[in-house]
């Protein structure tokens, strides 16, 4: 069974990005698991775990200097605990096509205070009732949730819903029917299709980065790319 050894962190290709990052790129590799990145020495502002196998997001060492996580098209169900004492500085996490299925499961992303970039496009949760503004509530300092701008509006609205000793059980995002309205500041659900076929069509760490680049601009991939 393929393994992420230290063997293969010294024998994996190191650039420069686009976002002029040390990255290490680890793509299509099978892994089934995270270990022994230990062996990386922290020289990575980016690491790119994207078409594996892990089911987990967890065992992380002390990195430092990481900022970003590339973790497209795995099957990933749980996020450890405990992240921000291993990822101090990350602020970055592209965790498109993946297994995550409830609100509740996602409560771990809070412990990251630098966190600023998130997308959960492509994963089950993403249409629960209340996904984004509880996203939003739990990471109030997050900027772009699925590659949308996070606005003033939204912010109110989570605070409002979430943030009062009386707020909703995670369990009740699971009800349709719901007497506070959500506002859809989002990508239409044809931007939101253009994306997750740019993410999975991508054949290179550069067009991760490039279609990074282009969102965070708020410019949406052609659906033909």
Do not use: W
Not at 39 to 48: E, F, K, L, N, T
Not at 173 to 199: H, L, M
């Amino acid at each position: 069974m393929p393994r992420l050894t230290a063997d293969l962190i010294l024998r994996s290709p190191t650039y420069f990005n686009p976002l002029r990052q040390r990255e290490i790129d680890f793509r299509g590799n099978k892994i089934p698991a995270i270990e022994n990145l230990g062996a990386s020495q922290d020289q990575y502002d980016c690491i790119d775990l994207s078409d594996n196998d892990l089911t987990r997001l967890e065992n992380f060492p002390l990195l430092a200097r990481l900022k970003m996580l590339l973790l497209n098209n795995n099957k990933i169900t749980r996020i450890a605990t405990g992240l921000a004492e291993s990822l101090p500085n990350l602020d970055t996490i592209i965790l498109a096509n993946n297994k995550i299925a409830n609100l509740g499961d996602l409560d771990p992303l809070s412990e990251l205070t630098s966190l600023r970039v998130l997308s959960l496009m492509g994963n089950p949760v993403t249409k629960k009732t209340e996904y984004r503004l509880y996203i939003i509530h739990k990471l109030p300092k997050l900027k772009l949730l699925d590659f949308s701008k996070i606005k003033k509006a939204e912010r109110e609205l989570a605070h409002k819903r979430f943030g009062s000793a009386n707020a909703p059980a995670v369990e009740s995002s699971k009800d349709e029917e719901s007497s506070t309205p959500v506002v859809n500041y989002g990508p239409t659900e044809a931007e939101k299709a253009a994306i997750r076929n740019a993410i999975k069509n991508a054949k290179s760490p550069e067009e991760i980065q490039r279609l990074d680049a282009l969102l965070q601009q708020g410019q949406i991939p052609k659906s033909n790319q």
